[in-house]
């Protein structure tokens, strides 16, 4: 899972790259359909989630074939519920953009991105759903080489579609449409081929599914799309400040996906080893596993900080499209990755959450770092400091978020250890 995550995040940095050699425009428009890309990328999550937690607890109970359903019936509602949400967000992509404070000068290039973009979107969703029930049914070297394999090819293809054939900014878009396609074809005929997917609605009673699905998945949807409504509100904070203060933010969102990388991995891996030990009856050897895996995430982002803060001088002037995005992303990166430590305690707590049957307390966790920490100290610092003020902000918000995650976790874990 390690290997396709970075191969997940390297290529959209490599997007970003590739991006920001049209101009500052082209990359400030990437930067404003980011946040919708988390709401959507969250709706899956939320999906996703629910079938690893039901489908390994199924397992870990000995019933194969409840699992086996239970996966098509997941794969079959998922597609649905994103092919709505992506429907709509092109219906109300006028409104949304002006929600946002995107200008004038930008709406062509959205109005040129954004079909593809969500139709990338939505292939994205449905092999990501293939994904999640070869890791429920515990095997994560596939889904891991396929994240490896899409992510290659889509690297290849960028500059292929965005320059060769001269499609600019949707270029992007349409490389990851067929390495979506690609990827989703040899996924699907494996999962098929070890019979870890059926549709049958006499073998599985539809309506007790869905209520079932429903009660994991909305929490733990819910819970995934705070980033998303939080990513929202943020540009719409940074878009003050300018178009290249979006470019920057654009460069900077992309090397936070690239440095917690490992936590992306993790929070993919542990759940179906969680949800198999709580299935089991084995909290202690769950919570064992939490622990190591927060110890070696405290440490990792420490030293990943340290390691982007010693380099930045050299990293900025070659990401950064001119030369007000560069002095904005030299900010970023001497502050906020200090916080992706806290915050990737935050993600392996909702996580973790799911799996052990705690899909509101994740809600609460979410709810909480976004809402009650990250916002407001992100609002005052701007208020104060503008950038660099919004950036210590983060920082700051992040580090309390991941004190109160931890806490909620050790509550929750208490109230089943005592049950």
Same mark, same amino acid.
């Given at each position: 899972m390690l290997f396709g995550a970075v191969a997940l995040m390297s290529f959209q940095l490599v997007d970003s790259i590739f991006i920001s050699m049209l101009g500052m425009q082209p990359l400030a428009a990437l930067g404003f359909s980011l946040p919708l890309q988390q709401l959507l990328i969250g709706v899956q999550i939320g999906i996703g989630i629910a079938a690893t937690a039901l489908i390994s607890r199924a397992i870990g109970a000995g019933n194969l074939d409840h699992a086996k359903y239970m996966g098509g019936l997941v794969v079959i509602t998922g597609c649905c519920v994103s092919f709505i949400l992506c429907t709509l967000i092109w219906l109300l992509r006028m409104p949304l953009l002006n929600a946002l404070g995107a200008g004038a000068e930008l709406l062509p290039y959205t109005e040129s991105y954004w079909l593809p973009w969500l139709s990338s979107a939505w292939l994205g969703a449905f092999l990501y759903f293939a994904n999640s029930i070869s890791r429920a049914n515990g095997d994560t070297r596939l889904p891991g080489l396929m994240m490896v394999f899409t992510s290659v090819l889509n690297m290849l293809l960028d500059p292929l579609f965005i320059f060769t054939f001269g499609l600019g900014l949707p270029g992007a878009a349409y490389a990851t449409i067929v390495a979506c396609l690609a990827? $989703? /074809? &040899?996924?699907?005929? #494996? %999962?098929l081929k070890r019979h870890w997917l059926a549709f049958d609605p006499s073998k599985l009673p539809i309506a007790a599914a869905l209520r079932e699905i429903a009660k994991t998945s909305a929490p733990a949807m819910l819970s995934q799309l705070m980033?998303?409504? !939080?990513?929202?509100? !943020?540009? #719409? %904070? *940074? !878009? =003050?400040? =300018?178009?290249? /203060?979006i470019a920057a933010w654009t460069l900077g969102s992309r090397l936070e996906l690239f440095s917690i990388v490992i936590v992306l991995a993790l929070t993919m891996a542990?759940?179906?080893? &969680? =949800?198999r030990l709580y299935g089991s009856k084995q909290l202690d050897r769950a919570h064992s596993m939490v622990l190591v895996a927060v110890r070696f995430v405290i440490g990792l982002q420490l030293t990943i900080a340290l390691l982007w803060m010693a380099s930045r001088g050299l990293i900025a002037p070659a990401l950064a499209p001119d030369q007000d995005s560069e002095v904005y992303l030299l900010s970023y990166m001497l502050w906020v990755p200090f916080s992706y430590a806290a915050l990737g305690v935050c993600m392996l707590m909702v996580s973790v959450c799911n799996a052990l049957g705690m899909p509101? #307390? $994740? *809600?609460?966790i979410s709810t909480l770092r976004l809402f009650f920490c990250y916002l407001p100290a992100l609002w005052v610092g701007a208020s104060i400091a503008e950038m660099s003020g919004l950036y210590i902000g983060v920082l700051l918000g992040n580090v309390a978020a991941g004190l109160l995650a931890w806490n909620l976790y050790k509550r929750g874990l208490q109230h089943i250890q005592k049950t």
């Open positions: 990827g $989703a /074809a &040899i996924m699907y005929s #494996r %999962i980033p998303g409504t !939080a990513s929202l509100l !943020a540009t #719409r %904070i *940074v !878009a =003050g400040f =300018g178009g290249s /203060a542990l759940p179906p080893m &969680i =949800g509101m #307390r $994740a *809600v609460w």
